[in-house]
């Protein structure tokens, strides 16, 4: 597989009064060509600094990369001017956030906005470019698209907005696709259909993406691979299938017992782990899971788990994988 993004130790964070805030800590990540990575964590885990970092759009945040690579096409994403990220941002990599309206300017119309994409990013003449915007909101699955391109966001639905999103992300042709937390603000039929229409704009186009999300079940639907956040690090790191059947890190376990009907779980209760994470800036010495863990052992309280591998791209930051790889038994750990 080709490697289109890869972060190698990445931290990045805030300058404060109190000093430097880390909210990612050391993390590396792999994105290969025509991959759905999805970074699955709690709210304050640092998924969401991951992405701004990616665009280099924390510098606008009031934040800044510490240290660490983020190799896209073999070249430091860190080390670009702003100058140079615009056209990256504009072309090779696009993002999409939870909140559509947000997105888009209420006073020009869908078909504008797409339009007005594709004269920046593709240099398409004012005629072509509206022409081409009707082919991509047909293509992102809003019937009627002619009629549609000549109306405002506010006669559109939430769905229907988060497809004009879409649309214009696609409409840079982007090779990788960052989509933050897409579908949170939808309701659940309406979810479904956005992350079906991205699985086949994915197979159609051959893009990448880089899904991030709080929710198991959609990582479970979209992920190629994934990679499990906590208070800045990513914990535990492989395929689907080896995350949902081979879940190693205590905290991926807990992820997956508090899905409903999820076998794991008890018996459809629904588990959540108790504790909140850590505000960064206030980690715990040791692993920073440890105050939250049933597992915590007295090494866990004061030196930092480094990555074990489980197999050959697995890899779990727990002590519990020192000496022995392979999985936690979930049904077991269910039971107690
Ligand atoms: Fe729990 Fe220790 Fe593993 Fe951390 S290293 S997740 S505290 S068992
Ligand atoms: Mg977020």
């Known amino acids: 597989a080709q490697k289109l993004l890869e972060i190698r130790k990445l931290t990045a ?3 404060t009064e109190k000093g430097l805030l880390k909210a990612t800590d050391g993390i590396s990540l792999t994105v290969n060509k025509g991959q759905t990575v999805c970074i699955v964590g709690e709210s304050g885990s640092g998924k969401s600094v991951t992405s ?11 934040g800044m990369i510490l240290e660490g690579s983020i190799d896209f096409h073999g070249q430091d994403l860190g080390k670009k001017t702003q100058e140079e990220m615009r056209g990256i941002r504009g072309n090779q990599i696009a993002m999409i956030f939870q909140d559509p309206m ?10 504008e906005q797409i339009a007005e994409s594709l004269r920046l990013h593709q240099n398409k003449k004012d005629a072509e470019a509206l022409k081409l915007a009707v ?3 047909r293509l992102v699955g809003i019937p009627a698209p002619e009629i549609r391109a000549k109306q405002y966001p506010h006669e559109l639905s939430g769905g229907m907005c988060q497809r004009v999103v879409i649309a214009i992300a696609l409409a840079c042709n982007p090779e990788l696709l960052i989509a933050d937390e897409p579908t949170t603000a939808l309701d659940v039929t309406v979810q479904a259909q956005i992350l079906d229409l991205l699985r086949k704009l994915q197979s159609e186009l051959g893009m990448s993406i880089l899904l991030i999300t709080h929710d198991m079940g959609v990582a479970a639907e979209m992920a190629d691979r994934i990679a499990v956040m906590y208070a800045g690090a990513i914990v535990e790191e492989g395929g689907v299938e080896e995350i949902f059947d081979h879940p190693s890190h205590p905290y991926t376990v807990g992820l997956l017992q508090s899905i409903p009907g999820f ?15 850590p505000p960064i800036g206030q980690l715990p010495a040791g692993c920073r899971f440890h105050p939250r863990c049933p597992h915590a052992m007295d090494i866990c309280r004061s030196e930092e788990p480094p990555d074990f591998m489980i197999t050959g791209d697995h890899r779990t930051a727990c002590w519990l994988f020192k000496d022995k790889p392979g999985s936690a038994d979930t049904s077991r750990e269910a039971k107690r």
Do not use: C, K, Q
């Open 13 to 15: 964070g805030f300058a």
């Open 52 to 62: 701004l970092a990616i665009m280099r759009l924390i510098d606008y945040a009031g």
């Open 102 to 111: 947000s997105s888009l300017n209420p006073v020009f119309t869908i078909g």
């Open 135 to 137: 082919d991509l909101i």
């Open 263 to 277: 076998e794991g779980g008890r018996g459809g209760e629904l588990y959540t782990i108790s504790g909140t994470i």
